[in-house]
């Protein structure tokens, strides 16, 4: 027979053996956990991300680091977090976007709670716009349920079907709960190419007046670029009472990028790349990217998109 003293003892282990293995931390250095009420993002940490990764963005850096440390410090958000990033290819938009998303969440887009829609691939055919609508509101509905901290990117917004992105509405709203769920931790991101010519030509006028585009403040652009996609038939927004609500809450404009930021992104990938940083290296991928105006070849057509592919080329040096 066991003595009472061992019974006991080994009944104490067992015990303390499974409370640790259900613990939260042990769980969750496992399994991916949803982020806890206090969770906060680190502001330095994406600070200093931003900088280093994102060329060429003073005024998207700025606003999106100040809008979503205001809103994770907040811990009775009245809205979720909305954000509209436009302009051009290649000055970022996604860049940042998955820099923000794994400051949220560790894994990024591989994260379960991270959702990315792309217009063309999963809303293809105008005559299934109802039928969209219906399956993105129990996907977002579901996936909140399980993480009140979900973050949802829609790309290619420009793409997207008049009236589709309406579907949401209820989900960016001020109200406390939707068929009892609390969507107001949860942030929605929308990239965009509409807008980008409005931008690009304030950028020039600003070069053309002789100021610095460090000088382009949020104010000089925000109100012109949401007048500008609410009248867009192509922007996905067109005539979209998210705008008509006022339920997005920046409209962050990304400048076109200059010869010295192309350069930067150059750079950025040869170090990624494991290389040296040669700079005939860096010129001579510059020189082969293509800028407008036609005569004053100042902004990247195409941003640093086709860097990569540039670089290729350059690959046995």
Known sequence: ALEPLSVSLAIGVAWAITGYLSHPNFYCSYVECCPSEGHRINATALRAQLDAKL??????????????????????????LTLSLHGWAGTGKNFLSQILAEHVHPAGLRSKFVHLFLATLHFP???????????????????????????????????????????IKPFLDYYEQVDRVSYRKAIFIFLSNAGGDLINKAALDFWTSGKRREEIQLKDLELMLSVGVFNNKNSGLWHSSLIDRNLIDYFVPFLPLEHKHVKMCVRAEMTARGYAVDEKIVQAVADEMTFFPKEQKIYSDKGCKTVQAKLDIHEDF
């Not at 060329?55 to 979720?80: I, R, W, Y």
């Open 55 to 80: 060329f060429g963005q003073h005024l998207a850096k700025d606003v999106v680091l100040k809008a979503v440390m205001g809103f994770t410090n907040n811990p009775s958000p009245k809205k979720p």
């Open 125 to 167: 055919h105008q005559e299934k716009v109802k039928l969209y609508k219906e399956q993105l509101q129990n996907w977002i509905r579901g996936n909140v349920s399980a993480c009140p901290h979900s973050v949802f990117i829609f790309d290619e917004m420009d793409k997207m079907h008049p009236g589709l992105i309406d579907a």
